[in-house]
């Protein structure tokens, strides 16, 4: 099993002896409740590093006043054998206490990139994690870290804080893990019931088609059109968002022929709100 290291004092202990010799430390920070799409980024650190550190924190300043973090999915236990099973070494689990202790009161304010997408329907969302995974390399002392694609947004923003502030951690990104429908793995999956499950595959079928018709799209508003309209068909679904957006900086796309961009988009299906994106050409 892996060591569970729960106090900041106990990380240090662990990496200094990785880094006393000069060994690789490769980092996955999650919330738990871990599923493949997890897993895959630790395979991946485990292939690139000589110890893979995971942290399972559900940190309470990502999640607006109306939102899940009271439900927010847990299960300690079979995360932990979970990862047993990729050889992890250790697994930061901190109570809340440790990581904001009283009188807290430091943030990382992503700017512009934080506002859109998302951060425009999760208003103080990305502050939340800017700040906490910003702590989480100062504890660990990682080389790397590791994040998935599924959340195209939270990378391109991680990204653009580590260049900012100068923070010495590769960011790897990993391509999203899907069951075999195609809807992307992500823990509140497990919140759909039979009918929003059932639909939910409306998502990436729609991300698929609009990339394989690219050429025939006059322009982005077309595709994004032809999008609304695909996933409008699907009862369960309510569209929250769905842009294209530049995939170096999040910015708006001026030249939809020559950019690198990326389809983003938010659907509800009941209370579920899920996310998904696929890079266009
Ligand atoms: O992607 C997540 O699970 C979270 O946003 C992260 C990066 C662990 C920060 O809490």
Do not use: W
């Not at 980092?27 to 399972?56: N, Q, W």
């Not at 080389?143 to 923003?157: C, P």
């Not at 508003?221 to 957006?245: G, P, T």
Request: glycine share 6%.
């Amino acid at each position: 099993m892996p060591k569970i290291l729960k106090n900041i004092s106990d990380v240090r202990d662990f990496t200094s002896l990785y880094n006393l010799v000069n060994r690789r430390i490769g980092f996955v920070p999650t919330m738990g409740s871990l599923h493949d799409g997890h897993l895959e980024l630790g395979r991946r650190a485990r292939k690139e590093c000589d110890c893979v550190i995971y942290s399972i924190f559900v940190n309470p300043i990502q999640f607006g006043p109306k939102e899940d973090l009271d439900k927010y999915p847990r299960d300690l236990k079979g995360d932990l054998e979970k990862l047993d099973s990729i050889g992890t070494d250790a697994v930061f689990f901190p109570d809340e206490s440790i990581m904001y202790p009283e009188g807290f009161s430091t943030y990382i304010d992503a700017g512009e990139t934080a506002n859109i997408l998302c951060g425009r329907s999760r208003p103080g969302h990305f502050r939340g994690v800017t700040t906490v995974v910003c702590k989480l390399f100062n504890i660990v002392g990682c080389d790397q870290a590791y994040f998935g694609k599924k959340d195209m947004q939270q990378f391109i923003i991680l990204n653009k804080m580590v260049r900012d502030l100068n923070i010495p951690v590769e960011l790897i990104g990993v391509d999203t893990v899907r069951e075999k429908d195609g809807l992307a793995m992500s823990s509140r999956n497990s919140y759909l019931n039979k009918k929003e499950r059932a639909s939910a595959p409306v998502l990436y079928k729609t991300l698929g088609y609009i990339k394989k018709h690219l050429s025939e799209f006059a322009g982005q508003e077309e595709a994004v059109q032809k999008a609304k309209e695909m996933i409008s068909e699907v009862k369960e679904a309510e569209i929250d968002y769905i842009e294209i957006r530049n995939l170096k900086d999040l910015s708006e796309v001026k030249n939809f022929r020559k950019e690198k961009h990326v389809m983003f988009l938010a659907v509800k299906f009941g209370k579920t709100r899920l996310i998904d994106n696929i890079i266009l050409n």
